[in-house]
Every structure is written in C-alpha cells, then in structure tokens.
C-alpha cells in the first residue's frame, strides 16, 4: 500500500475565481488539473468542510473538470449578496 500525505493551503496566493452567487455564499474554483482525490478540507476555525459536488449550502467542496470547487459563505469571506467579485478580491 502507498501513502502520500499533501497540503495545498488555499490561500491568497493561488488564482481563484468566481463561478455563481448564491444566497449566503459564493462558489469559487481553482484549477488543480485532476477530476478528484482523496480528501479533507478544513476550515480557518478547526470545521472540516463537507464534500458534495452540488455544493449547495457554504462550507461545502467538490471537483469539476479539472477544478476544486469550494462553496465560501459571505459571512466568511466579507463579500456581499450582490456583489461579484473580481480574481485580486477574491486572492486578498
């Protein structure tokens, strides 16, 4: 058996982007270049966030062609219901 162990820290640093507003939350994604893998995102406070690739509530990921996609909630990230932000928003 084979065992690796990566960290990605999804940070500033990386070029996400944003793919749909939803009530309380936004879904960004970041190109990673594989469908899926095994693993566990966990969140600035210590909660694990939930795989589903619906990623219909915040605090939800899944993978998409390529993508990781993450469901952020407004409330976390600052933005507001209506606003779409830009590429270096969503970076700071």
Known sequence: MR??????VLDGSLAWRLTSTKTGYKNLQYLIGFNSIASRLIKYNG???LEDNNRIQPDMYGFSNNFIVISL???DS???EAYNPTPDEIKS
């Open 47 to 49: 909660s694990k966030l």
């Open 3 to 8: 065992k690796e162990i990566a960290d990605l």
């Open 78 to 80: 600052g933005f507001v």
């Open 73 to 75: 909630s407004n409330t």
